[in-house]
DNA sequence: TATTGTTATACTCTATAACTATA
DNA sequence: TATAGTTATAGAGTATAACAATA
């Protein structure tokens, strides 16, 4: 029932009790751990748009390079691996996979020969403009339920947490 | 720099605004992407408790797990599996671990044979206390960082987020 | 020597299904 | 037949380090 309180997600009791005496009104927050919060927001927004990412047969990570590639054409391996927050390694992995379907499409960097420039194919292009239609009506709903107002304050908020940690903010100050 | 305005992270350029002519006005919020943000705030959040994780070799998910037998003393696999969001076929893999550790006991539930009852040992006990007693300290701090009430405010809209999936809010109605 | 990208290794976690032992 | 838990399998992702080619 998306309207019942969640009230007792973490039960009071003596060990409980015991180890928020730290910080005694305002413990019950606390135990409901951010991190956990952030992790169920993240994957009740992702039900939505799962079905959408499993029909296409792309997979999270696949759909944040897409992304990348449909805003940066001839990207190098690194740059990209930074824009979609996916390790290096992980990118070299999942790009050949990109390749082979005839998504994405690599050429060496003329000036820099050790350099990659990875771009969206002609099918990549027509697979994110049709994906990327869908992932709007998915957003433009969200929002319709959520409200405008409610959903920017979100994002304004995320990105105070976001900024918590400095390694990360840099990354995307690009 | 924790303070930096991240206003490109998503540049403008042809196909970014081809694409986002479906909502022209707010575009730019929704091209970065909720999943993401959110991704991107818990990792930040996570970067502050990770080294104190791995001081105690306690992974994430053992750290969840951690927390909900300490406040539930003898509880089946099952419910262990919902209340941790872990997957019962990954717990089943994990709780040997604790138990290989000393830090989790394991009885059959007398009632049912099929069922487990798992529990803390004391030294998981003692684990658990040292670490929950930082693991405040961390927040307390993230709390002065943030400023409590829109400490508050983010833990209501993440509840508004996770309410908008039916499913992750029963779990969590206990 | 340093950098780009790839490969190797090991680990974590997920998702699904098959399996066992109880009920 | 249904349920609790385990095991198997495959995939997806992380994190590190070693490595080859190029600069």
Known sequence: MPSAKKTSVIKRNAADTALTGFAPMTSRSFERSLPMLLMRARDAVMQRFRPHLRE???????????????????????????????????????????????????????????????????????????????????????????????????????DGLIALDPGATAASDD
Chains 1, 2 share one sequence.
Do not use: N
């Not at 792309?58 to 990209?80: C, K, N």
């Not at 992995?93 to 998504?103: A, K, S, V, W």
């Not at 350099?115 to 403009?129: E, H, I, M, N, Q």
């Not at 992932?135 to 929002?143: G, N, P, R």
């Open 56 to 158: 296409h047969d792309v997979t999270e990570q696949q759909w944040r390079i897409l992304r990348v590639l449909a805003e940066q054409h001839g990207i190098d391996m690194q740059s990209l691996a930074e824009r979609s927050y996916i390790q290096a390694a992980s990118l070299s992995r999942t790009i050949p996979l990109l390749e082979g379907r005839g998504l994405v499409e690599r050429s060496p960097d003329p000036a820099d020969q050790r350099r990659s420039r990875v771009s969206l194919s002609k099918a990549g292009r027509t697979l994110f403009d049709a994906m990327v239609q869908e992932s709007a009506e998915i957003y433009a709903q969200l929002e319709t339920e959520i409200g405008g107002p409610q959903l920017r304050e979100i994002y304004r908020m995320l």
